[in-house]
Nanobody
Framework: QVQLVESGGGLVQPGGSLRLSCAAS????????MGWYRQVPGNQRELVAI???????NYADSAKGRFTISRDNAKMTVFLQMNSLKVEDTAVYYC?????????WGQGTQVTVSS
């Protein structure tokens, strides 16, 4: 079983930055893919960015050029640096851990972009 704890969400003005962190614990494997998804009420959860063990990444088009995902394999922590935030980035952001059929989600952290 894998537990994920996110932190770093909050309220920021348009154009601002936030850095999300997600610490994993439990029965872990460094070869797992970790990532970030987000969800707005009434909408499906959507991919923001994912990263594999060797640093290979995949970003949603909306995140390219503004967000950067990274991970610390020794600490099994994944980060999401979000710059140039827009109002439409407002959502609950969820950390994800996936290894084969094993998938875990964090509890989510609210990001609100508003003036």
């Amino acid at each position: 079983q894998v537990q994920l704890v996110e932190s770093g969400g909050g309220l920021v003005q348009p154009g601002g930055s936030l850095r999300l962190s997600c610490a994993a614990s439990g029965r872990l494997s460094s070869i797992a893919v970790m990532g970030w998804y987000r969800q707005v009420p009434g909408n499906q959860r959507e991919l923001v960015a994912i990263i594999n063990m060797i640093g290979g990444t995949n970003y949603a088009d909306s995140a390219k050029g503004r967000f950067t995902i990274s991970r610390d394999n020794a600490k099994m922590t994944v980060f999401l640096q979000m710059n140039s935030l827009k109002v439409e980035d407002t959502a609950v952001y969820y950390c994800n851990y996936m290894l084969g059929s094993v998938e875990s989600w964090g509890q989510g952290t609210q990001v609100t972009v508003s003036s």
